[in-house]
């Protein structure tokens, strides 16, 4: 069998397999759904009934696999690329065996890209869309907005108003936003203010955290939260505004403290950390732990209370982020920042972050005037986010909901 002929089969399987699910669903929320998700981690089928296409020869599955990675290289011609990691088991491990990390190959393919460092050399380009109706903020991989609409979701937050805080549940879905839920990812939380911002995780930000998992979940009662879903509750950042006392006119001032990633990944020969997996596969069917019959306390993860502590974070320098400073423009009479042409917009939400280092740390200029992180508007309620390592998608798009919320205590 040819490349070609293999090519074209997986294409019309791939066709099969969507025309078999818009039969179970009504077509909107089936459109929503293929758009939300960057790609599935799982297959869908039972890998004992995959015949020809679970027994190829290693070395032959290698080199389609591969081929089809260097050649479908943007979406949404990478989604042959996630397809192919939904025919059998064979065929995903081989596919993630291949497939690169944003670090290491610029591009997204899996969930489990937007918890990965970004490229070193070139930003990822991407763009966030407020629903203003629905407080719904939407994060689209892309330079600009297509005019069919057909850009690839990448995440989705809600916004939530409480009596002393402000939530923002960041999912991997558009239209479900329940923290009980397999697609939620995180979420953003704030003071009364509006001046503090913590970014909880779905999962522990390294893998040697995942053993205290277990420990962790036994808080919750069962009836309330299941034990196999994510509770976002890993501190992995601090975000922080300044206030202004003196009310005088000027840009925000913010400083992250990123907690999950050492500042040592930003010397030479560091590294951030790079998650694998989600800590519970989709595909996988694990029975519930075993419930002890004595009374356990009960954890409301909806109060304000919760999640106050950083969990399973090693003690290690944190990398900080602060934004640069504009300059005063006096023709315009307005602060001004080089965007490149990225935001054309002038708001106060407008931001750069770059590093935030001590004289005594040496490190190279070039690295410390880098712009790991930008986010500005560039119409009614369209905003671009251009992030790079190590930020991930998920870390950077939390950063910049931060900047949506009010902050009549900063302006």
């Not at 719904?136 to 990448?154: A, I, N």
Request: hydrophobic share 35%; with cysteine; glycine share 4%.
């Amino acid at each position: 069998m040819s490349f070609k002929s293999i090519f074209r089969e997986l294409r019309e399987m791939k066709d099969g397999i969507g025309s078999i699910s818009r039969r179970g669903m009504d077509g909107r929320r089936w459109r929503n759904r293929t758009r939300s998700h960057i790609a599935p981690d799982v297959s869908h089928f039972d890998p004992d009934q995959q015949g020809q296409w679970a027994n190829l020869p290693s070395e032959l599955l290698l080199d389609i696999i591969r081929r089809v990675e260097e050649s479908e290289t943007s979406w949404p011609a990478r989604t042959v690329v996630v397809f192919c990691a939904s025919v059998c088991k064979s065929w995903r491990e081989v596919t993630k065996e291949i497939v690169k990390t944003p670090e290491e190959c610029g591009r997204l393919t899996f969930p489990i890209s937007l918890k990965q460092p970004g490229p070193r050399e070139s930003p990822i380009h991407c763009f966030i869309k407020r629903d203003r109706a629905n407080s719904v903020y939407r994060l689209y991989f892309g330079l600009t907005p297509s005019e069919d609409e057909s850009d690839k979701l990448l995440l989705a937050a809600k916004r939530t108003r409480r009596a002393t805080s402000t939530d923002f549940v960041i999912s991997l879905v558009a239209d479900d936003f329940s923290r009980a839920s397999s697609t939620c990812v995180g979420k953003l939380r704030s003071n009364f203010l509006g001046t503090k911002f913590t970014v909880y995780d779905s999962q522990p930000p390294s893998d040697a955290a995942i053993q205290h998992r277990g420990r962790l979940s036994r808080r919750f009662n069962v009836k309330q939260v299941s034990p196999t879903v994510p509770a976002c509750n890993y501190s992995v950042a601090a975000i922080n505004y300044e206030l202004n006392v003196l009310r005088t006119r000027g840009p925000r001032r913010m400083h992250c403290a990123m907690h999950s990633i050492p500042f040592s990944s930003i010397q030479e020969g560091g590294s951030a950390p790079a998650p694998k997996s989600f800590p519970q596969s989709f595909d996988e069917k694990s029975s519930p732990p075993s419930v002890s019959k004595t009374k356990e306390p009960t954890v409301d993860i909806s109060s304000p209370g919760f999640s106050t502590s950083k969990v399973s974070v090693p003690s290690r320098e944190p990398l900080v982020l602060k934004n640069k400073a504009p300059r005063w423009h006096e023709q315009l009479q307005c602060w001004c920042l080089n965007f490149k042409g990225r935001v054309t917009v002038a708001s106060v939400k407008n931001f750069q972050l770059a590093i935030a280092v001590d004289p005594s740390q040496n490190i190279p200029a070039a690295v410390q005037e880098t712009v790991i992180l930008q986010f500005g508007k560039i119409g009614k309620d369209i905003f671009t986010m251009d992030y790079c390592y190590p930020l991930s998608a998920f870390q950077a798009f939390a950063i910049c909901l931060s900047s949506f919320d009010t902050k009549p205590a900063c302006e």
